[in-house]
């Protein structure tokens, strides 16, 4: 029933292209699969209680190894692609290892990635000669205007199904997580480290593993986004701003079911394009002030995000007697 | 199957356990037992690995096993409960179990086995095995219980139970006491059972070890340790330890005593 379910909503959104329903349309679909896809990555290690507000700097080490591979000496995204996830990887060993070795959990473990976040945009801005700076960089112009070597597409149509796929892959990827042995150490993990160690549990290589997968999912969805907007700068795709963004929007859709993170993506894109349309760019700041009364909300009245809450919410009309549980996804 | 050697614990100036030595045979039980702060507590933790020895040794199945971690020690067959009770919250009754049957043997075993031995060892401890039920139900008695429970699921050759039944009623005690001498008959497991309330435990263990201020002061039968003068001296003030088991209905005014 559930597959069912999922092979119909996949082959709908799959035919939306051919619908015509026009360029900004499928922009804001493409944009929601990447960032839904993002927001699944960093999920997958913030449902176990492993806050990282520092994701932006695996998206910013993605998104700018490719385009400077590309740009430099000419590498296709295709080869730069495993390079800079290879990268995000060693950047998430290099402090997860110490953070979980030593036990740095919690609001400390957050700070320790608040901080990356602005090492790595830092990083960028200081290398300007290579990066371009604060100005941001533009992935080099392919010959052609479709080419499959540069991993540029001039029509949004082809974008929209690559994006797909790398989204449905987040999706099962997070299903993989939700089905295996290690979300039991995982969340074990998040309740009690000493006892998870009591009952056999490695606690240092659990969390680095799920770390780097979240890592190395985020540096994918960070090239993605490189490829589509063929424009990135240090502030979009690193840095503070971006990292608690991700943050907000995961607690917005709901971090504990699967498609809770997309449902962020739309949630915060619809905010912030009706924002943009009704008061424009002329209230500095406003957008800011908005996510933060939000984020607020959310956590004190829907703790488990949109879906998380609406899910629960039917789940308690069927069962009268209500689980204790998250609700899991579909 | 234990055999512990000069053990030593300093932290800074002060030594928590003061060079220990004790053996444990296959298949006993041995109770540890002290006022608070004779360093029964650090003892435990240095045999579970959540600690580590300044000095001496801890030999378990002939492996030298101090300052090892504690999952090494899991691994080796040495299964633990936490004095104050440290459930998996967001997993059923059954997943805690479950998580450790198949943690506590290193991943050796399917799935299927994991959640099977989970519950073998709920049936053991009486919780329900099924799968929705919530750890936020359990009450101080069945939150003890699940601790035991998920020590026994990594299937260990040497249980060491932490003060397991402070917080528990008469009644409760009782049914606690008899399950760890269960455990012990139909697993053959090594037990050490900390506890600073001594009444019950007097009945179950087979030999007794006394600390304070981190030596060992006293070992025994549990009837010799009950008459020895400087355990009465330190543990007990002056009055004799009545045993639970020795006089119908005093096993209350003992758990009483030791309380005091």
Known sequence: ?????????????????????????????????????????????????????????????????VTMLWNQI?????????????????????????????????????????????????????????????????????????????????????????????????????????????????????????????????????KLTITVLSAVLTALGGVLYAQYQLYINPETVSGIAISLQIVFAVIAGGMYVQLGPTVGAVFTLM????????????????????????????????????????LSWWEKRQSPPPSAKPAPAE | MLSVTNLTKRFGGFTAVDRISFALEQGEILGLIGPNGSGKSTTFNLIAGTLAPSEGSISFLGQDIGGRPPMAACHLGIGRTFQIPRPFKRLSILENIAVAAYYGQNGQISRTR?????????????????????????????????????????QPKLLLADESLG???????????????????????????????????????????????????????????????RVIEVYLGSEEIKIADAQGDAGGDAGGDARA
């Open chain 2, 167 to 229: 917080g528990l009623d008469e009644h409760e005690m009782e049914q606690a006491a008899d399950m760890l001498s269960l455990i012990r008959r139909e697993k053959n497991i090594t037990i050490i059972w900390v506890e600073h309330i001594m009444g019950v435990l007097m009945r179950v263990v087979d030999r007794v070890m006394v600390l304070d201020h981190g030596e060992k002061i006293a070992e025994g039968l549990p009837r010799e340790v009950a008459r020895d003068p």
């Open chain 2, 114 to 154: 994991a959640w099977e031995q989970a519950e073998e060892a709920l049936n053991l401890v009486n919780l329900p095995s099924d799968p929705k039920s919530p750890v936020d139900g359990l009450g101080a008695a069945g939150l003890k219980k699940l601790e035991l429970a998920r020590a026994l699921a990594t």
């Open chain 1, 271 to 310: 905010l912030a394009e009706s924002l943009r349309i009704m008061v424009g760019h002329d209230v500095h700041g406003l957008d800011g002030t908005i996510y933060g009364l939000l984020l607020v909300l959310f956590i004190i009245f829907m703790p488990k995000g949109i879906l998380g809450g609406l």
């Open chain 1, 1 to 65: 029933m559930n597959r069912l379910l999922a092979l119909i909503g996949v082959l709908a959104l799959a035919s939306i292209p051919l619908l015509d329903i026009g360029n900004y349309y499928l922009h804001l679909l493409i944009t929601i699969l990447i960032w839904g896809f993002i927001y699944t990555s960093w999920s997958i290690m913030g449902r176990f209680g492993l806050v990282s507000l520092g994701h932006g700097a695996f998206l910013g080490i993605g998104a700018y190894t």
């Open chain 1, 74 to 206: 000419g590498l296709s995204p295709w080869l730069g692609l495993p390079i800079g996830l290879g990268l995000s990887a060693l950047v998430a060993v290099v402090i997860g290892y110490p953070c979980f070795r030593f036990r740095i959990v919690g609001h400390y473990f957050a700070l320790v990635t608040l901080a990356l976040s602005e090492v790595v945009r830092l990083t960028i801005v200081a290398l300007r000669d290579n990066t371009g700076g604060s100005l941001g960089m533009t992935p080099r112009s392919a010959d052609t205007a479709n080419s499959l070597y540069a991993l540029q597409f001039a029509d949004k149509e082809t974008f929209f199904y690559i994006a797909l796929v790398v989204w449905l892959f987040g999706l099962w990827v997070w299903k993989k997580v939700d089905r295996s042995m290690s979300r039991y150490a995982l969340e074990a993990i998040s309740e009690e480290e000493d006892a998870a160690a009591s009952v056999g549990i490695n606690v240092t290589r659990t």
